[in-house]
């Protein structure tokens, strides 16, 4: 079992930057080796959505509307993953996920979620 705590969401205005984080409750450098490591987001009144996603195989995988802007790293020594946004739009205001999904068992956790509000 996996438990995901995201932090680091709030309101920015069009352009602004902003820095989420994702705290695991295992071992980030263990759990990646069988687990696909992401962050999602809902729009308000859209469906969930994957924003980009770092496979158990080691691809990282970016949605085409944030390439280029957003960017995903992750520090071991404190079992977090990080979600850079930049240049941020309206559009990408929306609640965001972390999540982990076990290849194998394809046992799937998420965290609580953050709000992101991008507006002036």
């Known amino acids: 079992q996996v438990q995901l705590v995201e932090s680091g969401g709030g309101l920015v205005q069009p352009g602004g930057s902003l820095r989420l984080s994702c705290a695991a409750s295992r071992s980030i450098a263990i759990i990646s080796r069988i687990y696909d490591i992401g962050w999602y987001r809902r729009a308000p009144g859209k469906q969930r959505e994957a924003v980009v996603v770092i496979t158990s195989g080691g691809s990282t995988n970016y949605a085409d509307s944030v390439k280029g802007r957003f960017t995903i790293s992750r520090d071991n020594t404190k079992n977090t993953v990080y979600l850079q946004m930049s240049s941020l739009k309206p559009e990408d205001t929306a609640v965001y996920y972390c999540?982990?999904?076990?290849?194998?068992?394809?046992?799937?956790?998420w965290g609580q979620g953050t709000q992101v509000i991008v507006s002036s």
């Open positions: 999540n982990a999904k076990n290849v194998i068992t394809i046992m799937t956790y």
